[in-house]
């Protein structure tokens, strides 16, 4: 191969990289491990398209899996799971909000009717589009039991980046739902993931459970029509 041949490949390479990164999805920056409370970040990869220009995210709102979540397995799963292999009943107070003004100037936590937080949004802020924006959160530490053979724990999480108001929105979110009904929106099918891994040197799995099992915890659609939508901004 020619040295000319060569800088073309590479070229097309770093294009190719650099595309990609254009097109990012939302998503959680980092995974955690059992037991442990982990800081975080929703990376906010690029803005919304609207008539062929790149427009800012003004506002997010981020929805944790908590109002009838769809609880899936996969891997090596037992013939029947008797118990809630989880140290939790719900991922509701798990996820708290950091506060943190780089990109929204105005923050807050959602809660449920029980003063639960299940997600958080942010309002009033203007991302470059040809920039990335981190938004800080934690988690608190989550347990597998030790007599089960669940080994990680995924959890979907449904974000709206919003960029005009009641307007052009990308929708990371599972699936279309009775509200969100546009299958040409950017996003739709591609929720964030929140990835929690059992440590397997202080919390083994019993012998008899082969390689394990993964949960993954999805929002319902009446979890994301119910939670996503922020006043002024996501109806």
Known sequence: MSQ?????????????????????????????????????NVVIG????VGGASVPVIAQSVVFPTVNPVVTVSGNVPASISENPLSIESFANIAQ??????????????????????????????????LHGLIPFRTAG?????????KQLLVKVAIADICVKNGAANLWIPSLTPKYTNPNVDGIGSPATLTINRDLTKNPLPSSCGEGYTITLTPSPADVDANLPIPGYLN
């Not at 650099?18 to 491990?33: E, F, N, V, Y």
């Not at 690029?46 to 398209?49: D, F, I, K, L, M």
């Not at 809660?111 to 991302?127: D, P, R, Y």
């Open 46 to 49: 690029h803005g919304c398209t």
């Open 97 to 130: 909000l950091i506060q943190n003004r780089n990109v929204f100037t105005k923050q807050a936590e959602k809660k449920n009717a029980t003063g639960q937080v299940i997600g958080f949004e942010g309002t009033e802020g203007s991302l470059d589009p040809s």
């Open 4 to 40: 000319y041949s060569a800088s073309v490949r590479a070229l097309v390479v770093v294009c190719a990289f650099a595309a990609q990164g254009a097109m990012a999805h939302t998503t959680i920056q980092a995974q955690a491990a059992e037991a442990t409370t982990t800081y975080n």
């Open 142 to 150: 989550v347990t597998f039991k030790p007599n089960s053979c669940a």
